[in-house]
């Protein structure tokens, strides 16, 4: 053999390697999504508004089809505007709170009444999502009260295992 072989060709990157690459980057990013979903609980579903779905779980209507769950949730719909109207006069009780801690001198009075009318409206807002609740539970039938006791039971037993 000759000390001068032929040197050995280049490769050339096409713009098939770079999709191929691109690819395999998102599938390798959907993949640890799918792993960590698995090894990793969910986020604990938002308990801290005060509404209906305290007590009936999304995951209760996930379980209807489309046209049952567009029925049930159109019941509850008419009082959207008394929560929106709570959670509006929730915002402005709570300045009412800050404002009373930035009294000086302290006025203990005045806190505990901002503190009261807070705590009566969070009630107020509690009994509006019950009575949406009787509502929708009324129209439920003997199958789907059995499902929603399931469901809320396994809310309850997630909330016992955090």
Do not use: C
């Not at 129209?139 to 295992?161: C, N, W």
């Amino acid at each position: 053999m000759s000390g001068t072989e032929p040197a050995a060709p280049l490769r050339r990157w096409s713009w098939w390697h770079l999709v191929l690459i691109a690819s395999l980057a998102l599938n390798l990013l959907f993949g640890g999504f799918a792993v960590s979903r698995y090894f990793f609980h969910p986020v604990p579903a938002r308990t801290t508004s005060t509404s209906f779905l305290n007590l009936v779980p999304p995951k209760f209507f996930a379980d209807l089809d489309r046209p049952r769950r567009e029925e049930l949730v159109g019941t509850v719909r008419a009082s959207r505007e008394k929560f929106r109207t709570g959670r509006q006069a929730s915002r402005k009780l709570a300045e009412d709170v800050a404002g009373a801690l930035e009294t000086t001198p302290y006025d203990e009075a005045r806190l505990r009444a901002a503190l009261d009318s807070f705590t009566r409206n969070g009630t107020d807002l509690i009994a509006i999502g019950g009575q949406a609740a009787l509502e929708l539970i009324a129209r439920l039938s003997p199958e789907e009260r059995v499902k929603l006791a399931q469901r809320i039971r396994d809310r309850a037993q997630g909330a016992k295992r955090k």
